[in-house]
Structures are given as structure tokens and as C-alpha cells.
Nanobody, 122 residues
């Protein structure tokens, strides 16, 4: 069974940092493009960061540039989203996704995790 499991969410104060993890089972992530998405209450799901299969190309939403960093550790079959200088508007459920053919900030990925809650509040 192909599965993605996110972890690392939680409550953090504005200006703080979190690192989200996404671990795959049933397939190897180094053959897949990866995306991180988020969905806040009452809003559509939006892409925040993505990485190509090779890891050589990344892209970020404007809201994430200079604050978020996507990376992967193929030995651990895990991808990460390092989030710094968090703001209340970053509060959302964060999802990772994988696709064998594509990568990008659009929601056209084949596999999705169940999400992890990130809350930024004082």
C-alpha cells in the first residue's frame, strides 16, 4: 500500500519555526516529484513548495519564499518542509503529495498524506 505520512505540526508562536516531515511507505520518494500544500479553514488548498524528482528544481509560492525550504533525504525516504518566521496566516493543515511524472504547485498529484495541523498563535 502506497502511503504518505506527515508529522511535525503543532502550535508555535509568531516568528517561530517548525519542520514538517513526510515519510513514504510502499514506494521510494526519489522517483517522485514532491509538493507541500496547505489548507486553511474556509480557503482552498494551495501549493507552498515543490521539488522535482531529481531534487534539482524547487519552486515556492510567494507567501513561502525566503521563509520555507523544501528538502528530501532519500536514505530516509522522507521529505521535509522547514518553516521559519511563521506568521498567523500560515495556520493551516499541511499536506505532502507525490507524483511520478510531475511536480509543481498545482494539486495534480497522485498520492496525498492525511495532513498535519500547524497553528501559529501567541
Amino acid at each position: 500500500q502506497l502511503q504518505l505520512v506527515e508529522s511535525g505540526g503543532g502550535l508555535v508562536q509568531p516568528g517561530g519555526s517548525l519542520r514538517l516531515s513526510c515519510t513514504a511507505s510502499g514506494f521510494t520518494l526519489d522517483s517522485y516529484g514532491i509538493g507541500w500544500f496547505r489548507q486553511a479553514p474556509g480557503k482552498e488548498r494551495e501549493g507552498v513548495a515543490c521539488m522535482s524528482r531529481s531534487g534539482g528544481n524547487t519552486n515556492y509560492a510567494d507567501s513561502a519564499k525566503d521563509r520555507f525550504t523544501i528538502s528530501r533525504d532519500n536514505a530516509k525516504n522522507t521529505v521535509y518542509l522547514q518553516m521559519n518566521n511563521l506568521k498567523p496566516e500560515d495556520t493551516a493543515i499541511y499536506y505532502c503529495a507525490a507524483d511520478a511524472l510531475n511536480y509543481g504547485l498545482g494539486p495534480y498529484y497522485d498520492y496525498w498524506g492525511q495532513g498535519t495541523q500547524v497553528t501559529v498563535s501567541s
